[in-house]
């Protein structure tokens, strides 16, 4: 007889008996831990959870749930040791049919000892338990992915926020010295060489505007125009990158460039110190520890806040961002910069070898949720890796670090799904897409 018709024979043989059928309501304990049990139940209808207290911690975890057409007490039932192992609680109300040690085999002549009859109920449930234990080990590693993210973001969290408050102070003397140096200049050329101040409030006020090849194009006019040697013409294409040269430039030429040149090294400094200001404050945002959801907040600030961070990795980079006027959402902003940063950061990698590296991002609104999705022109990702990608610990680079920032992309999908979001990738030679959507509400 074949386990399944041995299996349908012992319930119909031994679990129809109206006399040992009990209905239990939910919340009934039907077996205590260590408590006696000459009892084998099966499970007619319902749903019942065992647990198992630890003796040193006290500690109680469910090791399983009987569900309609399983056993519980087979432990103490077979092994003879009358005592249960687990307690045994119903969840639902439940109906229970049992045998007890005082039950005859039925047919011995036929079938064997009521121990060989049940065999094929201790390998049912031998494979029910052993099926239980590899999802509760599925689950304890999922969990134990969940627990390693969280130090890392913890660890970089540290890091990060020392490393700002120490760039903070040095950024903020920076920035205060400079406007001061530059309020004594000013105030000094203005009682002692008035008529240089236009020359250093121009270099003050717009800086270089021009590119390098736009400056050596006005150069070349310039010094064929006012028969200039070739440094002074691309120093002036620099501080008058448009229209004709005012005289008094040309009749003081030297000081004019000059303290254009002072001008103009005030005006970078002040940008870098505020522009430091800002890297400082996406560093702190970054690594916050508080990453509690709060309203309002606009996904293309976080956006601008991501790219901020990465401008090294980006320099050779021609970003493209194509934004579009959002509703704010309830998220946290440095959640939001960290799912940024790594696919932005993951594309920069991937473009070490492309010639013209391109990142576009396109931000959208639509039918109640945000469309955002960050492309790039790197090498096509392999359907193999594809599948992979957003498994923990999966990395196509191998020695060092695989993201600077010790994220994963199984990070990215899951802080996306927290907020009921999807991320999808797609990939052909032409381009690699991650889209993005999240639901505004």
Request: glycine letters at 6%.
């Amino acid at each position: 007889m074949h386990q399944p018709e041995a299996l349908q024979r012992i319930i119909d043989v031994y679990f129809r008996e109206p006399s040992r059928i009990e209905a239990v309501k939910a919340g009934t304990q039907i077996l205590k831990q260590d408590g006696f049990n000459d009892k084998l139940y099966w499970v007619k209808n319902g749903e019942l959870s065992a647990y198992l207290q630890s003796e040193t911690s006290g500690v109680t975890a469910k090791v399983f749930q009987a569900k309609q057409g399983m056993f519980f007490g087979v432990h103490s039932f077979f092994a003879k040791t009358l005592m249960a192992s687990t307690t045994v609680i119903a969840e639902k109300d439940s109906e229970l049919a049992w045998i007890d040690r005082a039950t005859a085999a039925v047919e011995p002549e036929v079938y064997g000892s009521l121990s060989e009859q049940f065999m094929p109920v201790m390998v049912h449930e031998l494979a029910q338990r052993q099926m239980l234990t590899g999802l509760q080990a599925i689950e304890k590693e999922k969990a134990l992915q969940k627990l390693y993210a969280a130090e890392q973001m913890t660890t970089l969290g540290q890091l990060a926020a020392g490393i700002a408050h120490e760039l903070n102070n040095a950024v903020g003397v920076l920035s205060s010295k400079t406007e001061g140096i530059q309020s004594g200049i000013c105030h000094f050329l203005e009682e002692n060489k008035p008529e240089v101040s236009p020359f250093l409030d121009l270099g003050i006020c717009d800086g270089q505007s021009s590119t390098s090849a736009e400056v050596r194009k006005r150069a070349k006019t310039l010094q064929e125009k006012h028969a200039l040697d070739r440094d002074t013409a691309k120093q002036l294409a620099r501080a008058l990158p448009h229209g004709d040269v005012p005289d008094y430039w040309l009749n003081n030429l030297d000081d004019a460039l000059r303290y254009w040149d002072i001008g103009r090294d005030l005006h970078d400094m002040r940008l870098a110190s505020k522009h430091a200001a800002s890297i400082v404050r996406s560093v702190k945002q970054l690594g916050g520890t508080d990453n509690a959801r709060q309203p309002d907040v606009d996904v293309n600030d976080t956006i601008h806040k991501s790219l901020s961070l990465l401008q090294s990795n980006l320099r050779r980079v021609n970003v493209v961002l194509r934004p579009a006027v959002l509703p704010t959402i309830t998220a946290s902003t440095t959640e939001l910069v960290q799912v940024w940063v790594n696919i932005i950061k993951n594309a920069c990698d991937a473009m070490e070898q492309t010639t013209e590296p391109q990142i576009e991002i396109i931000t959208r609104h639509s039918k109640n949720r945000l469309l955002i999705t960050i492309s790039n022109n790197g090498p096509m990702i392999e359907e193999a890796i594809r599948r992979k990608v957003f498994q923990p610990n999966f990395t196509t680079k191998k020695g060092g670090l695989s993201f600077g920032l010790g994220l994963g992309l199984s990070i990215v999908q899951r802080l996306v799904h927290s907020y009921g979001g999807t991320i999808a990738l797609k990939s052909d030679p032409e381009k690699t897409k991650f889209r993005i959507k999240l639901p505004i509400a």
